[in-house]
């Protein structure tokens, strides 16, 4: 199935994710958590849960068209599940899970041989502080070129927060799941320090985790997690960008 085919079928239920975002120790709706693979039945009704998934996937796919794929983690807060793992369990074909991402079996980044060892190189750097995004100089030692770096945006497999400032594509899922341990609504500062990361990767870093509608605006320059019935998701209601 195609992109297309997937987004005709999410775009005809603008109701199927609305379910408020979970909390620790919530579970799914309808006891959704477990869920064992591709399989029918079970607890939970697994294929309601998966035509919810699809739906999500394609109306996210049509309001953010840069973006591949939805972060994992966004899925288990828009669909009220307790656990990630729950989350995986229901991807099958037409969809699958690359870099903690939900998407098309037939998209997502393919790994050029260029970016294959410096990719390995920055994740490793990355793996005890996630959000302490490499300057333009450690890039260069990890063997990034400019070139590459731009490769890296274009096909998915890096998200660019500033000129000096890159992380891997699995940082925007890693966020969520950091972020939903917050006391809402919280603030940049708090977000920072939850993050352990700078202030030119914070700031720029909630700023695409609104444009992506996973976070909003709460009032007094402080943000909280978007649930299913925010922008971009609610129909008639546009895009926003929280300051």
């Known amino acids: 199935m195609t992109t297309e085919a997937i987004a005709a079928i999410g775009s005809a239920d603008h109701g199927a994710a609305a379910f408020p975002p979970a909390r620790s120790g919530d579970t799914g709706p309808e006891g959704a958590a477990p869920v064992v693979g591709c399989r029918p039945g079970g607890t939970g009704d697994p294929e309601r849960l998966r035509h919810h998934l699809g739906s999500l996937v394609a109306r996210y796919a049509l309001a953010n068209p840069e973006v591949v794929g ?31 991402h939900v998407l098309p079996l037939a998209a997502g980044p393919h790994t050029p041989e260029n970016l294959a060892r410096p990719l390995m190189l920055l994740g490793e750097e990355l793996a005890a502080s996630p959000f302490r995004a490499p300057g333009p100089e450690r890039l260069a030692e990890l063997g990034f070129t400019r070139a590459g770096v731009a490769t890296g945006v274009r096909t998915g497999l890096l998200v660019r927060l500033g000129p000096d400032a890159v992380l891997p594509t699995e940082a925007v899922d890693e966020a969520v799941r950091v972020l939903a341990g917050l006391r809402e ?50 129909p008639g209601r546009g895009r926003t960008v929280s300051p």
């Open 185 to 234: 609504p919280f603030t940049v500062a708090e977000a920072r320090r939850a993050l352990d990361t700078r202030r030119r990767v914070a700031g720029p870093l909630l700023t695409l985790l609104d444009r992506r509608g996973l976070t909003r605006g709460a009032g007094d320059r402080r943000r909280a997690l978007a649930t299913a019935d925010d922008p971009p998701f609610a």
């Open 70 to 100: 939805v972060p994992v983690e966004a899925v288990r807060l828009w669909l009220g599940m307790a656990d990630r793992r729950t989350v995986e369990s229901l991807v099958c074909a037409p969809l699958a899970v690359r870099h903690r």
